[in-house]
Structure formats: C-alpha cells, structure tokens
C-alpha cells in the first residue's frame, strides 16, 4: 500500500514540468536514446551514463513493441512532419521511468536492511517510509538525471550482496555474489559518483557474516577457485583497461576529461581485486571470518568487470557496443576530469548545515555504542560501522557539490541506510540504548519531514531554464545530435534554399509538441478506424510541411486565419486486417459491438468522428471542389503550388460524403479544437 501511494506521489513529481524544461538533461538523454537506436554512437559520456542507457535501450524497444514509443530511432525524423512530437513523447516515456526507479529503491533498501538487520516488519515499514520520503527520491523524480539509475542500480547490488550471504548453498552464493558485482559495475558506469555507495555494499556484507558465523556458504569456496577467479577478475581488467587506453575516442565526444592516463582510481580498481584473494590466503581457514569475507569479495569483482562486456547489449551491433563498453572504460576508469565542470562545490561547513541531522545522528548513535560497549567482540561489527560513516563523510566531502541540490542522493541514502542499521543495533543493547534509539528515530523523522519537500527551491533553480526553442539546438552544438539540429533547421528555422518559416509558424510547432499526448487523442479520436501514425500529425501554417521531408516541396503557402495552428494529418491508404469478412463474422457471434469490431478490424476505414470541442475538416484538391455540396464558399489553403479546399465534415456525416472523401488519395485531415 505505501509503495503504491508513493508511486503516486512521484508520477505527480515527474509531471510539475512539461517535456522541454530542462535541455541539458532531458533533451540530450532523449536525441542520444535515438542515436543509440540507430547504431550511432551517444554525444554524451561524461557521467558516463552506461547502465541508463542499457535500461533505456531495452525499454525503449519494448515501449516500441507495445506502443508507448513511436519514433523510432533517429532517421525517423526525416519521415515526421513534426518531429518534435516524437522526441517529446520519448521524453516524456524516459521520464515515467523515476516512479519506478524511486519506488523500486525505497523497496530494495527497506529489504536490504530487514536482511542485514534480522529485523521485523515494523523496521522495515518504517524504513520504507523514510527512504520514499526522502529528499534524494523527491528531487530525483522532479528532475531527469542519471543519478537515480545509479542509485537503484546500487541498491540492487546491495539487496542481492545480502541475499547471497543469507544463503545457504555455495553454487547459488557464488551466483548472486557475481550478480552483485554486475549491478554494482553498473551502478557505477551510470554515475561515478555513486562509488561511496557501491563500496559500502561489501561491507554490510561483512558486518552480516560477522554477526551470523552460520553464513559460511562462501567458506566451501576452496583457495585453488578463489586464485582462479582472482586470477580472470585481473586478466579481464588488464585488458580492459590496456584496450581502452589505446581507444581512440571520435572527436565530437563530450566526455568532460582533460586528459588519459593510469588514474588513482585505476590504481585502486586494481588492488581491490587483489586483495579479496590474498584475504583468502592469509585466513586459510574457510569458517573464518577473512575466508569468507574475501571469496566474498572476490566474486563480486568479477561481476563488476563482466558488467562492462554486458554494456555491449546498448546496441545491437555488438562491434559498435564493444566501442562503446571500451569508451565507458576510458572515461570513468582513465579520464582526468576537467575542474571546471565541477563549478564551485559548498564549502564542508554549509554541507554539514543543510543537513545536519543526517551527520550528527549515526555519529551520535556510534559515539553511544562506543561508550557502552561491554564485549570485546562487538569491537569488530564497531569498527565495519564506522568505516562505512567514514565512506558517508567521504561522499559529502569529495562526491558531492551540496546537500541541497541534486547531488545530495549520493550521500543521504547511504546516511539513512547507516542509521537506521545502528538504531536497530542500539535497540537491541539495553533499556537506556533503547530510549536513545527511540530519540535518535524521531529526530531522523524530523529530518526526513523537514527536507522531503525541495520543489521550491527547484523551481528557483529552474527559472532560467524552460527555453522551448533550445529544442531545434543541441547542447554541444556538434557531434552526432548534429542531423536533428540540421533537420530541425531546415523543417522550422530556415530551408537549404534560403526560405524562412515564419515565427509565428514555429511558435505554432512547439505549441502542438506541448501537448502531444492531446493532439494524439484528438486525432485518434476523429479517425476511428484508422491506425493513426504520429509522424503523420503536423500543424497547419505558412511555411510548414504536411509530408515533412518525404515531399519537402509541399509546404503551406496560403493558410486562412480560422485555420492557422490547427492539427493536420494525411491518412495512409488503409487496408483492413487480414481475414476481416470471416473474423467479423465469428466475433459477431460473440458479441463484440460493431462499433469495436470496425476499430479492431480496420474496416469502414472512411469513419470520421467529431465531438462538441472539435471541428474536422478534410483538404481536397480545388480542382475537385464542384464534386461537394457548398452551404458557403468553401475556404481554400495552399500548399506548394496547388489549391486545396476545407471540406466541414458535421456530426453524424452522410456515408455518400465519407465514402466521397476516402475516395480522394491526395487528402488532408483538419482539425481544430473549438470551445464548445
């Protein structure tokens, strides 16, 4: 039930701001998810965003398949007559992933700590809510950013870490162990900075062995597996690293890296995957603790490296995906990142003061366990909390620019995480720590209230945002996304001969693309028994191309005021479904109505609807005019160096009309909302 109301509440944090408000994310995320379709590679590596794009490649084709999606990859455009309707309809389908995302975090992370935590339901709910209440799943879900990919991606390795040390045979260990790993690398190849997050995962790993000595699935691994295991994870890394640093990177890539070579973070990659192995053979009893612990360890950095061959599935060229997982590799394990592009990051002071409950609670709650402590084999499950709140510090300090922005996801969840861990720990340590727990509880619900609410101050951050024109311009102003900035142009700016669309033409475009879901609507609803075709939908005024580049020569020339900024739509020649006569018939007999049955079978593909708030019209030749009937003279629009006249098309039309009208190939569906 929560889960549900949450899911709620984000989708209303999702709609707050149309499609186009923010182009530096939402925009280049959508034209790359397009390259991407087509087999070009993405302009955009910095974050490096790899795991979200093989989520959205996926999805993408399934929204395809069940038709949430319809423009297809990026050579679509040339066959749409507004192209930006189908780059706002993907939009907005990429942004309906935050709900999910969020509502899928919040569950992982409350399941994640019933694991480690042995703790009953009521922990769990209550963990629940404070993670959906979160400022990081708020913010996260008013805005598209890859950080919200990360953060689920890490969550999934954190929940599948625990379920592996919780089981109770090798082989199924092993596998979630290395399945870890994989979301790990993933987590980290959508967002570096996630990483305090993903090397906090083995270490709830650890403090759940050091509190259940009976979780010793990881000590049948023998030393000979461990050495072998170890001994791929390093090849595997190697190469990668040796592949990617001879890569040449196209040009026209922005990847926000000063230069290439072997980085700190390269160095360390490197002997944490050694480490895991030698662990295994310094303890060389398999019950113990290290043992384990480093088969642990060690098949999980396996899984990190073959998450980067799985980022090959992006495409489906697989040469073309190994480029890619090989640039990923470059960036986030080789690149110096340019300083520039992390502006100017809040000083420690104003992060501790933004948020000063999220660092004064878990050290408070550590301070108490030291004080209290009575048995010297709590000292180690002491010592594993307070790295991870040296890893929580560590991700204000160095990963995020603030507490307040975007960035504060990479170190609350894992601060929340941490604290409600140790109060389930204090619960459990007497009567006095008990009363400290139940304090330490309501002072983090105060926290979460308190600071679950940023759009307002997101809204103040956006103000010099939500410029729909930047929509015909790309961000970096080369590279791939450069064909949609050329055909944007050329479509709504200006033509290679030179001619101009008017202003007002244009407004006219972004006006229709605002609200493409509605425009859709209309159109399927005014053509019953048609399948409509989005890239079909264009807008009625000078300048503008009803074919789109398909006839690039036939533009509006004339258009009367009463039809300026009106839907237009040219119908495909329609052929009903396969066997219509015989399926009628037996669907007939089980009682589906007619009206269904035309729609479903695409027949009387004439039918044309109109209700109180539309007027429908149809554009036929002048040429042809005499063959209608005429209350009034009828008005005419040009387009390229032809006439053709608006045929009223009333409630309950006459079927000799229709029948007339679909008899016409070189006609245009009308319509114009009206105020009822």
Known sequence: MLAAVSFVIFRHNTALYPYYSTDDMDQVTALDALLIQGGMLPDQVTHPAGGMYLMLS?????????????????????????????????????????????????????????????????????????FAGSRSLAY???????????????????????????????????????????????????????????????????????????????????????????????????????????????????????????????????????IPMLLTEFFKKPESLGYRFGSFANLMGLGVLLSIPLLMLVFSNLFTGAFYALSIVKVAFLGTVDPTLLGNPAPLWQKFTSAPLLFLLPAAMVGALVVCQRRSSNYGELAILGVIFLLFVLSVVVFSRGMQGQDIIFSEPLGLFLSLVLLQTLWKRGVALRLAAVAFSVLLAFHVAINGQPAPIVNAQLAGYFRETKQLMTSYGRGNQGVFEGNFTRLFVQDDDGRRIPVASRDAIFEQAANFDTIASQVE????NLRVDRSRIGVVAEGLKPYGQQRPEARFTKVDDIFRGATSYVPRPADAVLGA????????????????????????????????????????????????????????????????????????????????????????????????
């Not at 390229?640 to 190939?665: E, I, S």
């Open 58 to 130: 996926w999805s993408q084709w399934f929204g395809q398949l069940v038709g949430l999606v319809h423009m297809r990859d990026y050579t679509a455009m040339y066959s749409w007559a507004n192209p930006l309707l189908g780059v706002a309809e993907l939009i907005q389908f990429l942004r309906g992933h935050l709900a999910f995302l969020a509502v899928g975090c919040a569950l992982l992370l409350a399941l994640a700590l019933a694991k480690v935590t042995r703790a009953g339901p009521l922990l769990m709910i209550l963990a629940f809510l404070f």
């Open 581 to 676: 006569e015989g399926l009628s018939r037996l669907f007939t007999l089980l009682g589906v109505h007619s009206i269904e049955l035309n729609a479903l079978l695409r027949t009387h593909p004439e039918a044309i609807r109109t209700r109180s708030d539309l007027s429908v019209f149809v554009l036929v030749p002048a040429a042809i005019k005499d063959e209608f009937a005429w209350s009034e003279a009828p008005v005419e629009i040009g387009i390229g160096d032809q006439n053709y006249v608006a045929v009223p098309v009333h409630a309950n039309p006459p079927a000799a009309l229709l029948a007339k009208l679909v008899a016409v190939n070189d006609r245009i569906i009308v319509i114009k909302r009206k105020h009822a």
């Open 140 to 274: 996260q879900t008013i805005l598209f950013r890859t950080d919200l990919f990360s953060l689920f991606y890490a969550s999934c390795s954190l929940y599948v870490a625990l379920i592996a040390v919780d089981a109770n045979r090798a082989l199924r260990s092993s596998i979630l162990a290395v399945a870890s790993g994989m979301f790990a690398g993933l987590a980290f190849s959508t967002k570096i900075l996630i990483l305090p997050t993903i090397a906090a995962v083995p270490l709830f790993a650890l403090l759940m062995m050091l509190r259940d000595s009976s979780l010793s699935a990881f000590g049948r691994l023998s030393p000979r597996s461990n050495r072998i295991i170890a001994g791929v994870s390093i090849s595997l890394y190697v190469a990668f690293v040796v592949l990617a640093f001879f890569l040449d990177l196209p040009a026209h890539v922005y990847h926000s890296r000063t230069s290439f070579s072997i980085t700190p973070l390269c160095i360390v990659t490197g002997l944490a995957l050694i």
């Open 525 to 528: 609803f005014s053509l019953p």
